[in-house]
């Protein structure tokens, strides 16, 4: 992946808060979409880092699922990919 290009803050109330507005706790993450990402609407990610753990998810659909990795894990992921190993082309 290439740097950012575009960062997001995102913030999501706790499914825990109720309707009254008590006990209520946000969460924010910067989300960055990669430079890789074209302005087309094509094939987007952005990544987090939601410490202790990077989460990835596809830009066109920000409240859908996530992968989340551990700094290991996102380490070889990224070496794997930077490596052209998964390429499809």
């Known amino acids: 992946m290439g740097k950012a290009s575009e960062t997001v803050l995102m913030w999501r109330t ?3 808060s109720g309707s009254s507005g008590g006990a209520c706790v946000e969460v924010g993450a910067i989300w960055r979409k ?6 087309t609407g094509g094939e987007c990610i952005e990544v987090a ?29 990224t070496s794997v990919i930077k ?6 082309g």
């Open 34 to 39: 990669s430079s890789h990402s074209s302005g």
């Open 14 to 16: 706790s499914s825990y």
């Open 83 to 88: 490596a052209g190993l998964h390429d499809l």
């Open 49 to 77: 880092v939601l410490s202790p753990s990077i989460a990835v998810r596809d830009s066109k659909d920000p409240d859908g699922p996530m992968l989340s990795f551990d700094a290991a894990a996102w380490a070889s992921f």
